[in-house]
């Protein structure tokens, strides 16, 4: 039976690690030696290091799962809906290394799956929602391709986290959030959408 109190402390120790370097470049020493516990303790806990990688990415996507959801709680209108669902992706991926993604595809092919069903289901399924709310209630244009624009969304977030395009020397967080959202929304939303945006005092990242 394994100990949960340190399996808590090493997922947390690896999710830290995982975001920051990726999954190659970090063996279970460097965890050991990170949690300044032995490389046994860790087997105790689980069976491999593609164990620890499967288990790091289910709670980062139920982490995930939740900031998205929790844009929902409040009444809200589809466009500000949509912004907040923009800046929860892109926060994950200003804040994770395109390492990580790349190890995930070659190395750890179950643990890229559950980040994939994240995107292909979860996410895709709210967006697209959202966007038919919106077109319902008149924020939205009613001409737009809802599955082309949902595909859009998710590839121009995805875009926000390359430093070779947006490094962090030139552009801000904030920066690249607020010209991202503005080319996603003034080209779909209808008048009313439109002046909702504008109004909008976006602090989505902390200074």
Known sequence: ??????????????????????????????????????????????ADKNDIVCQTITIL??????LVE????????PVERLIKIFICIISMMRET????IHDLQKYHENAWQI????????????????????????????ALDVNFYVTFFLHVAQLSGNEKLFPRTKYSDQTVAINLIDCLVKGIATKKGRRVSKNLKLTPFKA
């Open 61 to 66: 996507r139920k982490r995930m799962e939740e």
């Open 97 to 100: 290394s395109p390492s990580l």
């Open 70 to 77: 929790a844009t929902f709680d409040k009444p809200a209108n």
């Open 1 to 46: 039976m394994y100990n949960s109190e340190n399996r808590e402390k090493i997922l947390a120790c690896t999710e830290n690690l995982f975001k920051k370097y990726g999954t190659r470049s970090i063996s279970l020493d460097d965890i050991a030696h990170h949690l300044n516990m032995s490389k046994k303790t860790i087997y105790e806990s689980f």
């Open 115 to 142: 980040l994939k069903e994240f995107r292909d289901d979860f996410l895709t399924s709210k967006i697209k929602d959202t966007v038919i709310d919106g077109i319902r209630k008149q924020y939205i244009n009613s």
